[in-house]
């Protein structure tokens, strides 16, 4: 991966000088509507079929005989197979083109996702998740490359990238959705894969192919070694529902930090790393991956897991579930799409403090609801927590272009995403394991995985008002 400074800087200016790249450019721009549909499109088939399992996960368990224990893996197996392939799909992306990329992604998607509705037990099941992680990858991770390339101006990109995560929003919203539309859960994932090969057939048409190349070979040891890590970090954070002083637990997380050291020595040692490690030195830059990595540790670890602790605790079904559910990402979508309108007034890094604090707010709001068996007393905090995630999503991708060169957009966005899914599997395996390890029951135990997911945001909220941003 290119160095962030002005040599990167230069050469990521130099990459649209010469008259071809300019004609390139112009040609992308002769359908930047397409781009951005087809691309926002993508996103939010990729993020329905994130978030599907959400609303049949009790179902799912049921049908594969997985035992609690288990059921964080049939949750994190996409966000596993997202955070140790966004790196290695953004640079992909940026080196070979974001077009290819893209349509592989679209395709692959569709495949793993309809073999998802043929498994038979727990573990394949997780390894269509996880495949299909790894195709929702390189959609993300290529989509934001596209847009910029289509919308070369500060304005038209802050309006696209807007645009894009309200459609990140839109589909968090709609998943659950389509999955508790049906009687079968397999038939949900049929749908699904059906969406994914028809943005694939569309994109072969209308997108415009673009790259910003850098030389080498893909990081191979890189990603290895990194999701090797989130396999062992998962597994330690699933197992301490049994017991966090356990051996292996211990032994598991002793693994997670061998292996992240060793994944940073690959890192400044290779000449084409997955992540420059030195961008950790930019206030912009980290500010985005740690805005990412508390969206998925406290905001989607918390809501992966709370529509099962709704049917378990509350009796509701999995389509009044999902309905219950809109509020929260409905209003996301909605305040995502509105955002785009602070872009000029308020910094993207204060849009992320006040999501932060939004949802804190609106989690603490909804603690006692379970245990009193009033779904009722739930929706003042899903209003607010919606809010607060509709910031989040606004000012994320936003952050994550301007953090890194523009010749380099796949890649920024692909880093800030990674930090988002390794939150999110942290985040789900946690709160499944606080929710259904507590000796006063589910309602008792989503209280406390609440007011943990609500002290993480406020942390949030504080560290990205640190990071002040610098000339």
Request: glycine content about 12%; proline content about 4%.
């Amino acid at each position: 991966m290119a160095r962030f400074n002005e040599r990167t800087l230069t050469e990521g200016e130099a990459s649209t000088a010469p008259a071809a790249p300019r004609a390139q450019t112009a040609q992308a721009s002769a359908h930047p509507r397409a781009t951005l549909a087809l691309t926002s499109a993508a996103t939010a088939v990729t993020l329905m079929t994130y978030t599907a399992p959400m609303v049949t996960l009790p179902d799912t368990a049921a049908a594969l005989h997985t035992p609690v224990s288990a059921q964080a893996w049939l949750l994190n197996g996409t966000p596993l197979g997202l955070a140790a392939l966004l790196l290695v799909a953004g640079s992909l992306a940026d080196d070979y083109g974001r077009r290819r990329i893209f349509l592989a992604g679209t395709l692959t998607l569709g495949i793993t996702t309809a073999l998802g509705a043929l498994a038979s037990s727990t573990w394949l099941f997780t390894l269509a998740r996880i495949a299909q992680g790894a195709a929702s990858a390189a959609i993300l991770a290529s989509s934001l490359g596209l847009i910029v390339h289509a919308f070369p101006t500060p304005r038209g990109r802050l309006q696209a990238t807007g645009v894009w995560g309200a459609f990140v929003s839109g589909g968090i919203a709609v998943g659950p959705l389509v999955a508790g539309a049906f009687s079968d859960w397999r038939a949900a994932y049929g749908v699904l894969g059906a969406a994914a090969l028809l943005v694939a057939a569309l994109g072969t048409r209308r997108l415009t192919e673009s790259r910003s190349p850098r030389g080498g070979r893909p990081d191979a040891v890189g990603a290895v070694t990194f999701g090797l890590a989130l396999v062992a970090l998962v597994a330690a954070l699933t197992l301490g529902r049994d017991g966090w002083l356990r051996p292996q637990v211990g032994l598991l997380l002793l693994a997670t930090v061998v292996l992240l050291a060793v994944f940073a020595l690959v890192e400044r040692r290779t000449a084409t790393p997955m992540i420059d490690l030195g961008l950790l030195r930019h206030s912009r830059f980290l500010a985005s991956s740690a805005g990412g990595l508390f969206t998925g540790l406290a905001v989607i670890g918390m809501f992966s897991f709370l529509p099962a602790l709704l049917q378990q605790t509350l009796g509701l079904s999995a389509m009044d579930t999902a309905w219950l559910f809109l509020l929260w990402s409905g209003l996301s979508f909605t305040v995502a799409l509105q955002a785009k309108r602070l872009a000029g007034r308020v910094p993207p890094r204060h849009q992320l403090a006040v999501g932060f604090a939004l949802h804190a707010a609106g989690v603490l709001t909804m603690l006692g609801a379970l245990d009193a068996h009033s779904w009722p007393r739930l929706l003042p905090g899903l209003l607010i927590a919606g809010t607060g995630s509709g910031l989040l999503n606004a000012a994320l991708p936003l952050l994550a272009v301007e953090s890194v060169p523009a010749a380099r957009a796949a890649m920024g966005s692909g880093a800030q995403q990674t930090f988002r899914y390794i939150g999110s599997c942290a985040g789900v395996a946690l709160t499944i394991a606080i929710a259904t390890s507590s000796g006063g029951g589910l309602a008792h135990g989503a209280d406390i995985a609440m007011t943990v997911s609500a002290g993480l945001a406020a942390v949030a909220a504080g560290a990205v008002l640190v990071l002040r941003e610098r000339g």
